[in-house]
């Protein structure tokens, strides 16, 4: 029974009560004696409602407090959140006036959380940036959509700093913006690190452009001690071997058998060295030489190779296959030469059995993968970086003539595309060359 009705029952035994008092002498004995028991069972029934209705008014007032305590406990834990957020947060009213704050967003204003209940947003708003401020919050209530600005904020009594606020409108249920949550964060240090970084930028961009102009100087002698090699070098180089096979052929059945033995060595001699010459030179032509990109057809590249190459092939009886190769956009030259220096390589560097070699293309990802494989003496693994370096030999000019330059060649020639270039091999085993090449605006 609730209270209302409660109420109305008392009023209604009253007005009974009222009313028998008035008509008593109408009643005689028993008549009086059964309307007093029939208002006891009443007044009894309504007691044990009113015990009901007070039992359930108690548990409900219990459930009511214990709501209140979670409420209590949600608020000081949505506080203590709110007051230990690493940013400065802040609600106000549509135009701007602070109603609450937490504990970050007062030490970054230099006051306390109170002080600041009531005071215009405004006042820590440096002067300079106050038009963007006053047009962010023309937008939060025109436009109604989250808004965020670069600003420059005046604490009390300390200096300014470069801040980040951003703002959400607080909408009631018809739309109108009736509130501003606001994040304040200070992002000084990470302005001063951006300065920092574009003064360092600056500077490495200062050294590399000295540097590229040390390099461009650098090229230039370079290719100035290529004309030497070329032109310089050569000439008296080529004196000399004619002169002394001039004397080979003059006085070869007038001297002695050590005597064409050390002529034959000098003319060895000079044309190692001017193959060494002509090896250097087009080593250092690689980048200021090179020619234009061109559609290439491996497989016809190929054929030219083999066919420079056989008198090589027939001599050593050696065997050459390959599967398919692709079309690739290359130095024509270049990719040439590469070609011809590991399959030279590979029919030079054979065992007892005649070489046998084979070349095969195919596409990881984005690039082609080429191979050159062989069946030759194999080297240690531990080699297989060293025998790119310019010079570096692992046998003696008497077991395998050439110069050094070869491999070093091919990988700046591989590396001037693009590529790389390896090596994987065991002594007795044979070897296996690979170099890549982009597979962009290349066919299959």
Not at 34 to 56: C, F, G, K, P, Y
Not at 333 to 350: G, I, P, Y
């Amino acid at each position: 029974m609730t209270l209302k009705e409660w109420t109305e029952k008392v009023r209604s035994w009253q007005q009974y009560v009222e009313d028998l008092q008035g008509r008593n002498a109408e009643f005689n004995e028993e008549r009086q004696s059964e309307v007093i028991r029939l208002s006891l069972v009443d007044l009894q029934q309504a007691l044990e409602e009113l015990q009901v209705a007070h039992e359930e008014l108690r548990e409900q007032n219990a459930d009511l407090v214990a709501a209140h305590e979670i409420i209590d406990k949600e608020r000081q834990r949505y506080r203590e959140l709110f007051d230990s957020a690493p940013d400065g947060y802040l609600v106000t009213t549509a135009s701007g006036i602070i109603q609450e704050a937490n504990r970050t967003a007062a030490d970054l204003l230099n006051v306390p959380p109170h002080f600041l209940v009531g005071k215009p947003l405004t006042v820590y708003i440096a002067g300079a940036d106050l038009n963007s401020f006053y047009e962010q919050l023309w937008r939060l209530r025109a436009v109604q959509r989250r808004e965020e600005r670069s600003v420059t904020v005046q604490p009390r009594g300390r200096a300014a700093f470069a801040a980040v606020l951003a703002a959400v409108p607080i909408q009631d249920p018809a739309g109108k913006v009736v509130g501003i949550r606001w994040l304040l964060r200070d992002v000084s240090e990470q302005k001063r690190t951006e300065e920092a970084l574009r003064k360092l930028n600056e500077e490495l961009e200062q050294r590399v452009k000295e540097r590229t102009a040390e390099l461009q100087r650098s090229n230039q002698d370079l290719q100035q001690f290529a004309y030497v090699v070329s032109h310089d070098l050569q000439e008296p180089l080529r004196m000399v071997r004619s002169y002394v096979q001039l004397l080979a052929e003059r006085y070869r059945e007038r001297l002695d058998a050590d005597a064409d033995e050390f002529i034959g060595y000098v003319v060895q001699g000079a044309d190692h060295m001017q193959q060494l010459i002509v090896d250097l030179l087009e080593y250092s032509r690689v980048q200021s030489r090179g020619k234009e990109f061109d559609r290439i057809n491996c497989a016809e590249l190929l054929s030219y190779v083999l066919s420079d190459l056989r008198s090589a092939i027939t001599k050593d009886k050696a065997e050459v296959t390959y599967g398919l190769l692709p079309t690739v956009y290359a130095d024509t030259t270049q990719l040439r030469q590469v070609f011809q220096n590991l399959l030279s390589n590979a029919l030079k560097f054979h065992g007892q059995e005649p070489p046998q070699v084979h070349i095969a293309a195919e596409r990881q990802g984005g690039e082609w993968v080429f191979s050159v494989r062989d069946n030759g003496i194999g080297l240690e693994q531990k080699h297989a970086e060293r025998i790119f370096s310019i010079f570096q030999r692992l046998h003696t000019q008497r077991e395998y003539p050439g110069t050094g330059i070869g491999l070093a060649l091919c990988r700046k020639i591989v590396e001037r595309h693009g590529g790389r270039i390896w090596v994987e091999s065991e002594v007795g085993q044979g070897a296996t060359f690979y170099f890549t090449l982009p597979t962009e605006n290349t066919e299959a």
